[in-house]
């Protein structure tokens, strides 16, 4: 069973939108941090967004700030990434990962990951 389960992605014109979801099963989602992380091709996984546990506030990356915007259900113990006026630059495979503390950008604190989805923006 997954602990971390993502939807969502696919191909999209720029200046469209997409919605990812996050299915998290291996904690009580409220009580943690969900980070979205991108990685293009040939490149390192960069860290996009977090949405600290308890409602705390969320980050954002320069680069989608403006344009991104994350939410959470804790009831249902899921995770959303907006996407919209998405540029080719923001092509890559896109993760969600969970971990029961405060946000982190660095991929390397982050127990619980995502299956990772294709978004792919192109004309």
């Known amino acids: 069973q997954l602990q971390v389960a993502q939807s969502g992605g696919g191909l999209v014109q720029p200046g469209g939108s997409l919605r990812l979801s996050c299915a998290v099963s291996?904690?009580?989602?409220?009580?943690?941090?969900v980070g979205w992380f991108r990685q293009a091709p040939g490149s390192e996984r960069e860290a996009v967004s977090c949405s600290q546990p308890r409602g705390a506030g969320v980050n954002y990356d320069r680069s989608v700030e403006g344009r991104f915007t994350v939410s959470r259900d804790n009831a249902k113990n899921m995770a959303y990434l907006q996407m919209n006026r998405l540029e080719p630059e923001d092509t890559a495979i896109y993760y969600c990962?969970?971990?029961?503390?405060?946000?982190?950008?660095?991929?390397?604190?982050?127990?619980?990951w995502g299956q990772g989805t294709q978004v792919t923006v192109s004309a």
């Open positions: 291996a904690f009580t989602l409220a009580d943690g941090a």
């Open positions: 990962a969970a971990r029961t503390t405060w946000c982190s950008s660095a991929a390397s604190d982050y127990p619980y």
